[in-house]
Each structure stands twice: as C-alpha cells, then as structure tokens.
C-alpha cells in the first residue's frame, strides 16, 4: 500500500524528534518556490540553453571575463532581490526548537541567510561579495554589481584595475577545504542527514548521505524527483517542498 502524506511526514518528524543531531543539506530545489530556477530541469533549468563549461568555468573567467560577466551579471540581477520562501523558515524554526544543528548548501543564493539560518556551510560559496585574485580584496554584491554597470566592458573591477571573481565556487574549481570538512563532519555526526531539494548527483557533497549511514545515521529526502539515494533512504518525499517541510514543523 502507498504510504500517504501525512505517514511519511509523520515518520520524517518521529526521525527528527528522536534525533540527538539533524542536518540539512538543500540544494537548488528548496530555492525554486522563491522564482530561482534549478540547474537541470528540461525547458526551466540554468543550464538550458547555456554550456556552463563556456560561461561559470574559472577558465571562462580567466580567459573572457566579458563573456564571464554577461552571463553572472544576470545572475546576480536574477539572485540578488529573491526572498525566503517557506522552506528556508521552516528549517530556520527547526534550528530555533533545537531540532536541526547546521545547514549545509550547495546553493549561492544567500537565502538561508537571509531567513534567519545561523549555523550555515555555504560549500559553494556565496554571491554575497566578489573578490580580486590579485590584492585579495573582497566586494559586497552591491558595490560588485555598481563596478559591473559603471565599466565599458561590463567587468566589475578591483580598485588595482583587476578582474573580480563572485565568490562562489566555479566549475574547475575545488571547494573550500574548511567548509567541506565541516560538512563531512557534520555528516558523520548526524543521527538524521535531511536532504532537501538536491539531487544527491553533485559530487563531492554527493558523499554525505553516504557518511551519515556509514556512522549509523540515516537518511531522509525531501526533493521532487528521483535520486540515487530513493531505496536507502529512511523516508522520502516529493511533492512540494515549502508544503512538506511546513507539515513537518506542525507534526512536531
């Protein structure tokens, strides 16, 4: 028999209470009810119409920052005023009650940040600030975005007259070692490891859940769409996130 809504939500939430540490990892699907598209999904996703290899490689950024620009000066105009949707609150009143110990996203969107999240792993950085690979100074997204409008050739510029690269972690790049090791430490610790809104593809984050379960731990998803974690999984769902998650916080 299909197990109902409202008996998966029920065991998430048994998980969730039982827990002595949860942790989240979101992806790009909890961001998509606040009007950000995913990276993949077929006529809506990022990478659509656009090779990422051509326009967010370092090389591309290395080698055409004008054609880099083009490309992630839209995405900060697409990014920059998106607010929390319900998804981000609810993990931020999960931390609030002491159910959820820290956030790990692989998103750049600040949105967790700005929902209230205070133990946050931005694994892939942030577009919160861009910084100069030269000098080493770091720019908030508006003044970034302000460099961006004002040169002729649409490249936001350090003061020393260098390129500035948004401060998130580009294809060809590896990430942060600090964060990843949070990361994986707090996999490790997890008694629940709560995936929402990612694919579990992405690698190296793609591990987690595997750490998690390998420390005795489990794991539950909350993401439309199958991953390669459906049949291990302690419980999955995958219809609305926001309504999801929502029914969660009630059920505790």
Same mark, same amino acid.
């Given at each position: 028999?299909a197990r109902?809504?409202?008996?998966s939500?029920g065991?998430?939430?048994?998980?969730v209470?039982? @827990?002595?540490?949860?942790?989240?990892?979101?992806?790009a699907g909890?961001?998509?009810?606040?009007?950000i598209?995913d990276f993949?999904?077929?006529g809506t996703?990022? +990478?659509?119409? /656009?090779?990422p290899?051509? /326009?967010?490689?370092?090389? @591309?950024?290395?080698?055409d920052?004008?054609?880099? +620009?083009?490309f992630y000066?839209?995405?900060? =105009?697409?990014?920059?005023?998106?607010?929390?949707?319900g998804a981000?609150?609810?993990?931020?009143?999960?931390?609030?009650r002491?159910?959820?110990d820290?956030?790990?996203? =692989?998103n750049?969107?600040? *949105?967790?940040?700005?929902a209230?999240?205070?133990?946050?792993?931005?694994?892939h950085?942030t577009i919160?600030?861009?910084?100069?690979l030269t000098?080493?100074?770091?720019?908030a997204l508006?003044?970034?975005r @302000?460099? *961006?409008?004002?040169?002729?050739r649409?490249?936001p510029?350090?003061?020393?007259?260098?390129?500035?690269?948004?401060?998130?972690?580009?294809?060809g790049?590896?990430?942060?070692?600090e964060?990843?090791?949070?990361?994986y430490?707090?996999?490790?610790?997890?008694d629940?490891?709560l995936?929402?809104?990612?694919?579990?593809?992405v690698?190296?984050?793609?591990q987690?859940?595997g750490?998690t379960?390998a420390?005795?731990?489990?794991v539950?998803?909350v993401? =439309?769409?199958p991953?390669? +974690?459906d049949?291990?999984a302690?419980?999955?769902?995958d219809g609305?996130? /926001?309504?999801? *998650?929502e029914?969660?916080i009630a059920a505790?």
């Open positions: 028999m109902t809504l409202e008996d939500v065991t998430l939430a048994a998980l209470r039982e @827990a002595r540490s949860v942790v989240a990892l979101t992806g909890i961001s998509v009810p606040s009007g598209p993949r999904s077929p996703g990022l +990478w659509e119409n /656009v090779d290899m051509a /326009v967010a490689h370092i090389d @591309a950024w290395r080698e920052p004008e054609r880099f +620009w083009h000066g839209n995405r900060f =105009q697409t990014l920059e005023d998106k607010e929390p949707n981000h609150r609810a993990l931020v009143e999960l931390e609030r002491g159910h959820l820290a956030v790990v996203t =692989q750049i969107d600040m *949105l967790h940040r700005k209230g999240t205070r133990e946050l792993i931005e694994v950085g919160e600030h861009s910084s100069c000098c080493g100074a770091r720019y508006a003044d970034a @302000a460099r *961006l409008a004002a040169d002729p649409g490249v510029r350090c003061d020393c007259g260098e390129p500035l690269k948004p401060d998130v972690v580009l294809f790049e590896w990430l942060p070692a964060a990843l090791d949070r990361a430490e707090l996999a490790a610790d997890a629940v490891l995936c929402v809104g990612s694919s579990l593809e690698h190296p984050i793609a987690l859940p750490i379960r420390n005795g731990g489990a539950a998803i993401t =439309q769409g991953t390669p +974690w049949d291990r302690a419980v999955k769902l609305d996130v /926001v309504a999801e *998650l029914a969660l505790l």
